[in-house]
């Protein structure tokens, strides 16, 4: 499964974004999906995670909310009222299974897109 993630960008603090994730190659629809992010010189943490059916919605972030559509193919994750700390590089990742779990491994990473938040 190949994984393009987009709708980053630059935006104040307090604003808001919506990240999409879709596939090429094989659809997202058999797996749960995941979104991470990495900011400068920090390691890659989990952001949010959702079932193969959009069931089990999962977000360690208050303020971001995953959600899927699987008849559009694409897992989105909105942002609302960003913080500068929020600024990285966001990655969505398919899971080795259909219901995602605290360990669960990735099988596939999307190329990231990058998140800014000004002050």
């Known amino acids: 499964v190949q994984l393009q993630a987009s709708g980053g960008g630059l935006v104040q603090a307090g604003g808001s974004l919506r990240l999409s994730c879709t596939a090429s190659?094989?659809?997202?629809?058999?797996?749960?999906v995941g979104w991470f992010r990495q900011a400068p010189g920090k390691e890659r943490e989990f952001v949010a995670a959702v079932d193969w059916d959009g069931g089990n919605e999962e977000s360690v972030k208050e303020g971001f909310a995953i959600s899927r559509d699987n008849a559009k193919g694409t897992v989105n994750l909105g942002l609302n009222n960003l913080k500068p700390e929020d600024t990285a590089v966001y990655y969505c990742a398919v899971f080795a299974g259909a219901r995602y779990r605290p360990g669960l491994p990735t099988i596939s990473w999307g190329q990231g897109t990058q998140v800014t938040v000004s002050s």
């Open positions: 190659g094989r659809t997202l629809r058999d797996y749960a």
